[in-house]
């Protein structure tokens, strides 16, 4: 099996590159949280909010 330290030897850039990937990741999931979350939270409502809480907590424990 390949280790890290050949990952990071065989592919040029492999470590900037995931370092780009992980900024854009946290970007996006702070993006979410500050601004999409809020606003959807507004908008569905208390009831919607059960609504969406329920469906998400019986999907997570459906993939567990």
């Known amino acids: 099996f390949p280790t890290h330290q050949n990952a990071v030897d065989a592919i040029p850039g492999w470590v900037t590159k995931l370092r ?3 900024r854009d990741i946290e970007k996006h999931i702070r993006a979410e949280e500050e ?3 809020p606003r959807l ?5 208390e009831k ?3 609504h969406v809480t329920s469906a998400m907590n019986k999907a997570g424990f459906a993939a567990a």
Not at 41 to 45: H, N, S, V, Y
């Open 48 to 50: 919607g909010n059960a």
């Open 41 to 45: 939270r507004d908008a569905l409502g």
């Open 35 to 37: 601004e999409l979350f």
């Open 20 to 22: 780009d990937f992980r």
